[in-house]
């Protein structure tokens, strides 16, 4: 009765005020021949407390990540997440609505997105970020029809040292698109091939993408990929897979990265039987209104005063006296 509260008198209301004379007239779609003919074998119920053990004895059957190694996921890892988290995420500032008049998101909502947006300009040293993507795969693929947006070019040079489900789903998003994609190959050693790469860019290039680390954990050099992609005046797309690792790397936007995408899971994501978890994207603020999702700014008035976050489609919102909004 703890789950299911209605008593025979409830079901008897529920019944008369439907016109039915029974629950099994509920089911009189179903042929007779296919319907259970007896209840269903189940033990008797159990308390709370008995059910929870029960629950538990049956969890630690199971090989779980926390007491195995696991070598599969291929971007999917069991990332340590302090404790501090869950009582950052509970704080009032990103629980509190927003005014009763506005329905589409609230107050708190808006300055998580706001924070959130912070960070990932801070990790990849860009100047724009929006509220999250899909997951990094699909957040990659975006990088690269905004590149052709952009650019107005129908060519793409992709690097074999990107994670595969990245470059099969940028393939999949494409597909309907006139776009040409040209795989360039990598060194013994695990690092893009610049030579190659180099050979693979022309004129028709919309950009090279380069994931950093790459599938094979090495660390690429970002200046120089994105120097022979700015010599024919195609955009550098980094996939950044593992966006904590941007603490120690220099962030692409320093080397010279044009759009900054990635797999947020590492974030504080659980590993959630493999995901979907969220994509991050960044770019350049000349690039903003070309950026795919949504993005939260920050309105200011003449005096340069800020506000409190707002939200905005495909751009930042204007302020009340005209003002851009910035992040």
Do not use: W
């Amino acid at each position: 009765m703890r789950y299911i509260p209605n008593t025979d008198a409830d079901c008897r209301q529920m019944l008369d005020a439907i016109r039915v004379r029974s629950v099994e007239d509920l089911f009189a779609d179903i042929p007779a021949a296919v319907r259970l003919k007896r209840p269903l074998r189940i033990p008797p119920a159990l308390s709370e407390a008995d059910l929870a053990k029960h629950i538990r004895a049956l969890a630690a059957k199971d090989a779980d990540a926390d007491r195995y190694s696991t070598f599969l996921g291929a971007g999917c890892y069991n990332h340590f997440s302090p404790a501090i988290i869950g009582h950052l995420i509970s704080r009032g500032e990103f629980l509190t609505a927003y005014t009763p008049y506005q329905p589409e998101i609230s107050q708190g909502t808006l300055q998580v997105m706001y924070e959130y947006q912070t960070l990932i300009c801070q990790l990849t040293g860009m100047e724009v970020s929006n509220a999250s993507m899909y997951e990094g795969a699909s957040a990659t693929a975006e990088a690269i029809l905004m590149a052709h947006r952009v650019t107005g070019r129908t060519e793409v040079v992709v690097l074999r040292s990107i994670h595969p489900e990245y470059r099969q789903v940028t393939r999949t998003y494409a597909q309907q698109i006139d776009l040409t994609f040209h795989e360039v190959g990598f060194t013994p050693a695990g690092a893009a091939d610049l030579k190659a790469a180099k050979a693979a860019l022309s004129e028709k290039s919309a950009c090279l993408v380069v994931q950093n680390p790459n599938f094979f954990g090495v660390v690429e050099d970002l200046a120089e990929l994105a120097g022979a992609a700015h010599a024919v005046g195609a955009l550098l797309v980094v996939a950044v897979p593992e966006p904590v690792s941007l603490g120690l790397l220099r962030p692409p936007g320093e080397c010279g990265a044009d759009i900054v995408a990635g797999e947020g899971q590492a974030l504080g994501v659980p590993m959630s039987f493999g995901g979907p978890y969220l994509g991050f994207f960044a770019t350049q603020e000349k690039f903003m209104r070309q950026m795919p999702g949504r993005l939260v700014g920050a309105t200011e008035d003449r005096a340069a005063r800020g506000g409190a976050p707002e939200p905005a489609q495909g751009g930042l919102r204007q302020g009340a006296a005209g003002q851009g909004a910035g992040l």
